[in-house]
């Protein structure tokens, strides 16, 4: 058997893609026998121009080859990731011509990759397992300009749609995404194997601090992630810093497009009292989070953002340490129910922030249930089997 993996980004990339693919070669391979292949083709690394790491363009241990194709040089904007995923996308089809697999697996946020998946099932008459892990025809009309998306939001329809239709099996990562989903594809077939806790994260000594935090100390708040449209963050951490003062410190830890209007917002609020810290390794993420005092995320206030679940919501709440999140929707549900000390507030919202921040606790205590449920091994595991189902059906055909 010989499985085709899609992943635009994988590691020592960073990003909530990279990590899950990779997660999921890893349990294929523990799942099968000796006789699968799996052939990944990827990106070397480019997720941020900030960060760079070192990967070989090729490795081959027999039962797993990677290919990592080199990009031509960007800076995140729409434009310049669509030449950069149309390079991915001329390599993968070079390197798949009159190759034969079982199936083809392809992990996407912005259709591009599920879309060039459908293509090359098609092409190699093989059966597509899609994961899902954002809708894009749903954001597009939030990330580009009202014409822009007026122009594009069409043209992108058609390609889910076609998408969609070409899968033999659709995985989605956020059960927020199922309304969407059923509406427009009423007999697919779905699933839904979520984002989960990495071994790294598991195997750590998450801290159990019982004592509240010293009075005369500031508080420390940490942000890690992608500093983008999507997280707008510039449009409330300047106002946060201003309104909190020295009482908090802010760490934002990332790279992305909406840096630079960040910045410029910091210095337009005056304040000393938050810190850019370009991207690292998980490694010296993992100490950050550990020395901070309560953990920050935020979506901007978007419709589309009601229906998805944030990766860093599992890195977060495995950590132990209070969680303060501007989201809504299925996130700002899946957050009450499953996570203890939790501030929930409505994006972009600065007063509602301050008035859930004061409710607080600002003791750390290890979150046990939430992290046996959500390893994300466990669910990676069965998501392997899944795959190995839809593979298994083609090879015996």
């Not at 194997?193 to 994260?201: A, L, Q, S, V, W």
Request: hydrophobic share 45%; net charge positive; charged share 25%.
């Amino acid at each position: 058997m010989k499985i085709l993996v899609l992943s635009f980004y994988y590691p020592p990339d960073l990003s909530a893609g990279s990590f899950r693919a990779v997660a999921l070669v890893e349990a294929l391979i523990e799942l099968s026998s000796s006789d699968l292949k799996i052939d990944v083709i990827t990106t070397l690394p480019n997720r941020y121009g900030s960060f760079s790491a070192q990967a070989q363009a090729q490795e081959n241990d027999g039962q797993l080859h990677i290919r990592r194709i080199q990009l031509p040089e960007h800076h995140g904007g729409m434009v310049d990731q669509a030449k950069a995923f149309f390079s991915y996308a001329r390599e993968v089809s070079t390197l798949t011509k009159g190759q034969k697999y079982d199936l083809v697996y392809a992990t996407s946020s912005r259709l591009m990759t599920a879309t060039l998946g459908a293509w090359i099932s098609r092409r190699l008459n093989i059966p597509l397992y899609l994961d899902v892990r954002d809708i894009f025809v749903d954001t597009i009309k939030d990330v580009l300009s009202g014409k822009g998306a007026f122009l594009f939001k069409p043209i992108f329809s058609v390609l889910e749609r076609w998408t969609i239709n070409r899968a033999l099996h659709v995985n989605l990562v956020s059960q927020g995404f199922e309304p969407y989903f059923k509406n427009r594809y009423p007999k697919k077939s779905l699933s839904f194997f979520t984002n989960g806790i990495d071994e790294e994260f598991l195997r750590q000594k998450i801290k159990d601090n019982p004592d509240r935090l010293d009075a005369c100390r500031s508080i420390s708040v940490l942000y890690a992630g992608n500093i983008g449209e999507g997280q707008g963050l510039h449009a409330i951490i300047p106002a946060l810093a201003q309104q909190l003062g020295e009482r908090v410190k802010f760490k934002l830890i990332g790279d992305g497009g909406r840096q630079p209007q960040l910045k410029l917002a910091l210095a337009g609020a005056g304040v000393n009292n938050v810190e850019l810290v370009t991207p690292m390794s998980r490694k010296a993420l993992l100490d950050e989070y550990l020395a901070a005092d309560v953990l920050f995320l935020h979506l901007n206030d978007y419709d589309a953002f009601e229906k998805v679940l944030p990766s860093k919501i599992f890195e977060y709440a495995a950590m132990g340490t209070p969680i303060w999140a501007g989201v809504s929707g299925y996130a700002a549900q899946f957050l009450r129910k499953e996570v203890s000390n939790v501030a929930v507030f409505s994006p972009c919202d600065v007063e509602q922030a301050i008035t859930v921040f004061e409710r607080l606790d600002l003791r750390a205590a290890p979150r046990d249930a939430f992290v046996q449920r959500f390893s994300r091994k466990r669910i990676m595991r069965m998501m392997a089997a899944d795959v190995l189902a839809c593979a298994g059906e083609r090879a015996m055909s």
